[in-house]
Nanobody
Framework: QLQLVESGGGLVQPGGSLRLACQGSGFRFGFSLDSYAIAWLRQAPGKEREKISC????????FYADSVKGRFAISRDSAKNTVYLHMNSLKPEDTAVYYCSAGTREYTNTGCPVRSDAWGQGTQVTVSS
């Protein structure tokens, strides 16, 4: 059974950077995290969950929400079965719990999972001086 574990959250000052990691395990035979489309989402207190970035299993350009475009970058390390979210120029409004999810079916225009086969437990990011 696919399991995802996020890490890398913490407290950072405005303008700072963090790198979140989403590591997968428990793959079926012949699968790896490369077999899955990955989404990063976040949820701030009192707000709806927001999909901020996706990475297709088929290649192509990543998806970024307007709120993070130009500041965040998503990447894969196939050898480590890990997807990263590189967050730069962080703002207080980026404060949220960040989650990753994975799915084998994806939207062709964004590479985002159509349905999540697994979710991580979330990691807190707090941007404050």
């Amino acid at each position: 059974q696919l399991q995802l574990v996020e890490s890398g959250g913490g407290l950072v000052q405005p303008g700072g950077s963090l790198r979140l990691a989403c590591q997968g395990s428990g793959f079926r035979f012949g699968f790896s995290l490369d077999s899955y489309a990955i989404a990063w989402l976040r949820q701030a207190p009192g707000k709806e969950r927001e999909k901020i970035s996706c990475l297709s299993s088929l290649g192509g350009s990543p998806f970024y929400a307007d709120s993070v475009k130009g500041r965040f970058a998503i990447s894969r390390d196939s050898a480590k079965n890990t997807v990263y979210l590189h967050m730069n120029s962080l703002k207080p409004e980026d404060t949220a719990v960040y989650y990753c999810s994975a799915g084998t079916r994806e939207y062709t225009n964004t590479g985002c999972p159509v349905r999540s086969d697994a979710w991580g437990q979330g990691t807190q990011v707090t941007v404050s001086s």
